[in-house]
C-alpha cells in the first residue's frame, strides 16, 4: 500500500534533549512538508522541501531542522532551541506534476511531548 | 506571501441539513490551487476537495462542493445532507501553481473551523 509512515505515533522528550521524527513516502511525491498544530489551531508550516537535498523554512522553522538525502525520506529533529515543542506533528507529500489534483497526503501523525 | 482565513471557529448543523463553511484567500499569485481537508479527532488528516484558480466551474466531490468567487478572493466548503459523521475540524489551504497546474512551494492552511452535527 502506498502511504506516508510517520514514526513514532507518541514521543516523550526531555528538557534540553534533541528528537528526531521520522516520515517516510512511498508515493514517488516530489514534494514535502512538515507541519505543527497546537490544540484546537491550525497547522503551521515549519519546513518543506520540493526535491532531493534542498528544502526551504516555512513560517516556524526556529528550533528545527530537516534533511532531504532520498526523495523518500524527510526527517525533522526538534532541537533543544525550541522553546515550546509539546504540539502535534504532521508529515505531507504532495505530487508537483501539472495535470493532476495536487492534493497532500498526510502521515498519521506524531504526539511530543516535553517531559 | 498568502494567507488563508476561516472566520467561524465553530459552525451547527442538523443532521441531514446543508452547512457553509467560510474561506477566504489573500496571494500576489497568479496561478494557485485551493484545497479543503477533514480532520476527524483522531488526527489524520482527509482530502475532501480542489478547486484551480483557473477552473471556471466550481468543483464538486459527492455532498461536498466548493463555492469558488474568484473576484472576492472566496471559496467557501458546501457540504450538503450533513451527516453525524461529518462532526470534525476543517482546514481549508491553499498553494502557488504555474500555468501548467504544477503545485509548487508553500501549502499554508487556516486556523480550521469546528462543524458540529446535531441528530
Known amino acids: 500500500d502506498g502511504g506516508i509512515t510517520q514514526s513514532p505515533k507518541y514521543l516523550f522528550r526531555k528538557e534540553g534533549q534533541n528528537v528526531t521524527l521520522s516520515c517516510e513516502q512511498n508515493l514517488n511525491h516530489d514534494a514535502m512538508y512538515w507541519y505543527r498544530q497546537d490544540p484546537g489551531q491550525g497547522l503551521r508550516l515549519i519546513y518543506y522541501s520540493q526535491i532531493v537535498n534542498d528544502f526551504q523554512k516555512g513560517d516556524i522553522a526556529e528550533g528545527y531542522s530537516v534533511s532531504r538525502e532520498k526523495k523518500e525520506s524527510f526527517p525533522l529533529t526538534v532541537t533543544s532551541a525550541q522553546k515550546n515543542p509539546t504540539a502535534f506533528y504532521l508529515c505531507?507529500?504532495?505530487?508537483?506534476?501539472?495535470?493532476?489534483?495536487?492534493?497532500?497526503?498526510f502521515g498519521q501523525g506524531t504526539r511530543l511531548t516535553v517531559v | 506571501a498568502q494567507k488563508i482565513t476561516q472566520t467561524q471557529p465553530g459552525m451547527f448543523v442538523q443532521e441531514k441539513e446543508a452547512v457553509t463553511l467560510d474561506c477566504t484567500y489573500d496571494?500576489?499569485?497568479?496561478?494557485?490551487?485551493l484545497f479543503w481537508y477533514k480532520q476527524p479527532s483522531s488526527g489524520e488528516m482527509i482530502f475532501l476537495i480542489y478547486q484551480g484558480s483557473y477552473d471556471e466551474q466550481n468543483a464538486t466531490e459527492g455532498r461536498y462542493s466548493l463555492n469558488f468567487q474568484k473576484a472576492r478572493k472566496s471559496a467557501n466548503l458546501v457540504i450538503s445532507a450533513s451527516q453525524l459523521g461529518d462532526s470534525a475540524m476543517y482546514f481549508c489551504a491553499m498553494s502557488p501553481e504555474d500555468a501548467g497546474g504544477t503545485s509548487y512551494g508553500k501549502l499554508t492552511f487556516g486556523q480550521g473551523t469546528i462543524l458540529t452535527v446535531h441528530p
Open positions: 496571494t500576489s499569485d497568479q496561478s494557485y490551487g
Open positions: 505531507a507529500s504532495s505530487i508537483k506534476t501539472g495535470g493532476v489534483i495536487p492534493e497532500a497526503f
